[in-house]
């Protein structure tokens, strides 16, 4: 269990200490963190109890472009700046690594199988915050014929 807290822990710092790095409004770090914790709980929860790389970072990534939104509404904020913290936790840093690691030793077939990863993570990254994105313009779409106002 202890373990587990540390791990969320280092996942918040990771998010909280990228957005200081590409110097992110101080009053936008701790829901930026608290975005990539929830995108490594999704992430996490999904590879625990039905595996799949690609599927977990794909619901991991749709989970930070949707809380991003929500975010934004309420601090009145572009998405942008809690999106790019939030996805740092799912980044394939380990197999990028690896990868490049295995080329220069000349381990090429271990090397195209990291990368083979890397490309799979990414794209599914890249997806899910794309589906966000996809029901952020359908609820506008839905809300200009609707005439209604915004839910959150």
């Not at 202890?2 to 957005?19: D, E, H, N, Q, R």
Request: glycine share 12%; proline share 4%.
């Amino acid at each position: 269990m202890w373990i587990f807290i540390i791990k969320i822990i280092c996942v918040y710092l990771s998010a909280v200490g990228f957005g200081l790095i590409i110097n992110l409004p101080h009053k936008a770090l701790n829901a930026a963190g608290i975005n990539g914790v929830i995108g490594w709980l999704v992430y996490f929860t999904i590879l625990q109890n039905f595996g799949g790389l690609a599927s977990a970072n794909f619901f991991g990534g749709l989970s930070v472009g949707l809380v991003s939104i929500v975010v934004a509404r309420f601090k009145k904020m572009p998405a942008i700046l809690f999106d790019v913290p939030g996805l740092v936790p799912l980044v394939p840093g380990g197999q990028a690594y690896n990868a490049i690691k295995n080329f220069a030793l000349g381990n090429y077939n271990v090397a195209f199988d990291f990368l083979a990863q890397v490309i799979w993570i990414a794209g599914s990254i890249a997806l899910g915050f794309i589906v966000a994105e996809l029901c952020l313009k359908v609820e506008k779409r839905v809300r200009k014929i609707t005439g209604s106002k915004p839910i959150i």
